[in-house]
């Protein structure tokens, strides 16, 4: 007998994926995590019943949420990661031999010990000596941070459940604090494709203009995400994600990537016109 799961990704649209067999299962004390192998997908991480990611099309999500900053800042040394539990974020972080501290904070445990045992590939370098794990609440944690860190990846889950609070007003203006004077926020920016998911990428949106004198959007195409379109946000004080981008100074650092490079990073902020109507509705500032 087969075994399929399948994500509702909508009240109308289910996506499912052929297993071979359930490697994980677990209730925490925040959510529902399980693992899945698969023939087509590699191994599947789903939380609460949605997709976090896979070993076949990660790649796509953590190239895109850590090296468009990079790129933008080479000079970015000292970095806070909110979520990124699977430690696929992190991995890409410590391909710089310039920074020089990562604090990642995920309030679930369960899920970063269950990624290191199951997931070996993605969360292989949350042991580097620069990468500093803390267990907590990320809203809570920037809450007392002060102008502290060049580059801030969030990198959540939906805002449903625990990751509800990294959606908030309160949540972003506590990141604008915590960064320095250069600093840059990047997030996972939902869907603009679904209702639901196009509904809270234009409040986060919104929220965010309130407090960076820069910012942007930009896509990716992640397979097993909802609709395939994903969108990613970037705010800064200081840079801007387009015209500061150095392509020779990145592309000599010899960064080997499978889906970033610098002409597509100029490329990915051209959006189509259904999405920067959505911006736009959100109250979209053309920096």
Request: hydrophobic share 35%; net charge negative.
């Amino acid at each position: 007998m087969e075994m399929w799961y399948t994500e509702e990704q909508t009240q109308n649209v289910r996506f499912s994926i052929r297993c071979d067999k359930q490697k994980y299962s677990a209730q925490s004390e925040f959510q529902r995590i399980e693992i899945f192998s698969t023939p087509e997908f590699g191994d599947v991480l789903v939380l609460d019943d949605r997709i976090m990611l896979t070993t076949k099309d990660s790649f796509i999500y953590h190239e895109m949420i850590t090296h468009v900053p990079m790129a933008t800042n080479p000079g970015i040394k000292n970095v806070l990661v909110i979520g990124a539990g699977d430690g696929g974020t992190v991995k890409e972080l410590t391909r710089y031999k310039t920074i020089e501290n990562i604090d990642m904070v995920d309030i679930d445990r369960m899920v970063i010990d269950a990624c290191k045992e199951y997931l070996p590939s993605v969360a292989s370098k949350l042991s580097d000596p620069r990468v500093h794990v803390h267990i907590d609440d990320g809203l809570r944690f920037v809450r007392g941070v002060e102008n502290k860190y060049d580059l801030i990846i969030v990198d959540s889950t939906d805002p449903i459940g625990p990751g509800e609070g990294l959606f908030t007003t309160e949540f972003y203006g506590n990141c604008f604090k915590a960064l320095n004077d250069t600093g840059i926020l990047v997030n996972q920016h939902e869907s603009p494709y679904y209702k639901t998911y196009s509904r809270a990428m234009r409040q986060a949106h919104r929220k965010i203009v309130e407090f960076f004198p820069i910012c942007k959007v930009y896509q990716a195409h992640i397979p097993t995400y909802p609709s395939g379109h994903w969108l990613f946000g970037f705010a800064s004080k200081k840079y801007h994600p387009v015209h500061d981008l150095d392509e020779g100074a990145w592309n000599r650092l010899g960064i080997d990537t499978e889906y970033y490079n610098t002409r597509l990073h100029k490329g990915c902020f051209a959006l189509p016109t259904y999405v920067t109507k959505q911006l736009m509705e959100g109250e979209y500032h053309n920096n």
